[in-house]
C-alpha cells in the first residue's frame, strides 16, 4: 500500500534515483523535512549529497532538458519531490524558487565586482514591496551585522567567512521557506566555521526550515535535530545525534568520529 505523504512536512523525497549515463548518483533515496525543522545530510565526497540537492531544487531535470538532442550524457530521474504537499519533480526551477525552496550552492562565490549591499538586493528581485524588502534587509543585517558595515565593499575583497555569510544573507533575501544550504564550511577555520554553524541555528529558530549538507559531520549532527547519512547514493543511516552515534557500524563506517 502506498503511504500518504505526511502533512506536516515541508520537503518529502520519495524513492529518488538518477542516473547520469550508466552511473547511478542517487539510489532509491527517500527523506522528509519537517516544517521548522534543521535537518542535516551528511556523507563523504562523491556520496550525492550535491546530487540530491540539484534534483530538488530541478536542475538535473533542467540540465536533462537543456542536453536533449545532444551528443551530451544522458540523464534518467525516477522518484517523487513533494514540497509543501505538492509534486514538484517536473516543475523548472525558477518555479520551484519561487515557491520558497530556495538553493544556497556549494563554493558559490557571490558576484565579486558587485557591493555586499547590491549583492543583497539581487537576492531580493522577486520582492516588489518595498516595505517588506526593507524589513528582510533588517533582519538580514541584524543576523549579518558585517554585511551592514560593509555594505559599500566590492564583495570579491571580503574574507572567504564574510563571502559565504553574503550567499546565504542573499539567499534569505528571496524570503525561503526551505534554506537548502550546501558545504557553506569548505575552507573556513574551525573558529569561523563554528561562528556560521550559529548562524545557521539562528536562522532555523527565527523560523526557516533548513536542510543543511555538509562534510563536517561532528559539527553538523551537533546543530541539527535529525541527520541522514548518505554514502555511495544511498541513505545508509538516519536520526538525532545520539542514535547516529550509538550505531557502532554507523559510527566507524560513515562518520569518521572518535567514539564519544
Ligand atoms: N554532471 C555530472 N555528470 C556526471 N557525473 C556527475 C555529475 N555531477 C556529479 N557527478 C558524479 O556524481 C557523484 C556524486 O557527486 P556529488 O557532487 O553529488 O557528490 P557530493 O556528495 O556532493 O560530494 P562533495 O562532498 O565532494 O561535494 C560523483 O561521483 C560525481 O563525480
Ligand atoms: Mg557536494
Redesign the pocket.
Known amino acids: 500500500m502506498v503511504t500518504p505523504p505526511e502533512a506536516s512536512n515541508l520537503l518529502e523525497v520519495r524513492g529518488l534515483t538518477v542516473c ?1 549515463d550508466t ?1 547511478m ?1 542517487l539510489n532509491n533515496v527517500s527523506l522528509s523535512v519537517g516544517r521548522g525543522e534543521l535537518v542535516g545530510l551528511v ?10 540537492l540539484r534534483t530538488v531544487a530541478g536542475l538535473v531535470r533542467w ?1 536533462k532538458q537543456s542536453k536533449q538532442g545532444t551528443r551530451a ?1 544522458n540523464i534518467t530521474i525516477a522518484g517523487e519531490v513533494r514540497f509543501d504537499g505538492e509534486r514538484i519533480d517536473s516543475l523548472p526551477p525558477h518555479v520551484i524558487a519561487r515557491r520558497g525552496l530556495v538553493l544556497c550552492p ?1 563554493r558559490r562565490r557571490p558576484f565579486t565586482e558587485l557591493t555586499v549591499a547590491d549583492n543583497l538586493m539581487a537576492g531580493a528581485y522577486l520582492q516588489k514591496d518595498r516595505r517588506a524588502l526593507r524589513e528582510t534587509l533588517d533582519m538580514v543585517h541584524q543576523m549579518f551585522p558585517v554585511l551592514k558595515q560593509r555594505a559599500r565593499q566590492i564583495s570579491g575583497t571580503l574574507s572567504g567567512g564574510e563571502q559565504q555569510m553574503l550567499a546565504i544573507g542573499r539567499a534569505l533575501m528571496t524570503r525561503p521557506r526551505l534554506l537548502c544550504v550546501d ?1 557553506p564550511s569548505t575552507g573556513l577555520s574551525p573558529l569561523v566555521k563554528k561562528e556560521l554553524f550559529a548562524k545557521i541555528s539562528e536562522i532555523n529558530r527565527r523560523g526557516i526550515t533548513v536542510l543543511l549538507v555538509e ?1 563536517d559531520t561532528a559539527l553538523t549532527l551537533s546543530v541539527c535535530a535529525r541527520s541522514y547519512v ?1 554514502s555511495h547514493s544511498r541513505i545508509v543511516a538516519s536520526g538525532a545525534r545520539q542514535d547516529l552515534l550509538a550505531d557502532q557500524t554507523v559510527h566507524r563506517s560513515y562518520l569518521g568520529l572518535q567514539s564519544p
Open positions: 547520469y552511473a548518483l556523507g563523504p565526497n562523491g556520496a550525492g549529497k550535491t546530487t540530491l540540465e550524457g556549494e558545504e562534510q548518505l
